[in-house]
């Protein structure tokens, strides 16, 4: 795609590991593609943005879903560099070159007639859970029948991620002094012998 790897080196040259570097990432997002021919909808929550667009109609939706925050570096490594038809950069692969295909993909699209709507969702703390932005997205309703996250995987298709489990277990001690242990029921040691099983 023509303009392709300039999107890309722009968006690398962002420094988004911070919330405000994140945000600034998506104001420039909604910038590009609003100069795309696409309407945006910026939403922030929590004080972290992130961005809505879609194309289309029909009654199935197909999500494109991806993150623009990175973790820290130094600023140095936020300079992209070429090295054998490769950009490399802080968050080149997870995933400022994912989105910049969602993006460039989005305005390729825009005015074909589709059955089906695409949504492109771009937001900004995955690297921090993405309670605040894609989360906050499922539970506002921007949900669809398909999504595909463009993060790197070695060019293969995955079909499945891993998940997270989060257990809250309370367990209940007797306080006792330390110089007298025996009269107590240590809650750590109990919480130890929970973890074992």
């Known amino acids: 795609m023509e303009g392709l790897k300039e999107l890309l080196k722009e ?5 988004s590991s911070t919330k405000e570097g994140s945000n600034k990432a998506i104001e420039f997002c909604g910038q590009w593609l609003e100069e795309n021919g696409l309407s945006v909808n910026i939403i922030e929550n ?32 936020f300079i992209p560099r070429e ?23 989005m305005a390729a699209l ?8 695409i949504q492109l969702q771009i937001v900004s703390d995955e690297e921090i859970g993405g309670f605040n932005c894609t ?4 539970e506002e309703g921007y ?11 070695q060019l293969g298709i995955a079909l499945q991620a891993k998940g997270v489990l989060r257990l809250n277990i309370e367990v209940e001690g007797i306080p006792a002094h330390g110089s007298r242990p025996w009269e107590g029921k240590n809650a750590i040691e109990e919480a130890y012998e929970v973890h074992q099983k």
């Open 83 to 105: 090295k054998d038809e490769k950009i490399y950069a802080r968050g080149s692969a997870d995933m400022k070159a994912g989105v910049a295909c969602m993006m460039k993909a």
């Open 46 to 77: 929590n004080g972290y943005k992130m961005l809505v667009s879609e194309i289309g109609s029909g009654d199935k939706k197909v999500i494109f879903n991806g993150h623009i925050d990175v973790v820290s570096g130094k600023e140095e490594q």
């Open 11 to 15: 968006l690398l040259l962002i420094n």
């Open 110 to 117: 825009k005015d074909e007639e589709l059955n089906t709507k």
């Open 135 to 138: 989360g906050h997205l499922v």
């Open 143 to 153: 949900t669809g029948d398909f999504v595909i996250c463009s993060e790197p995987t």
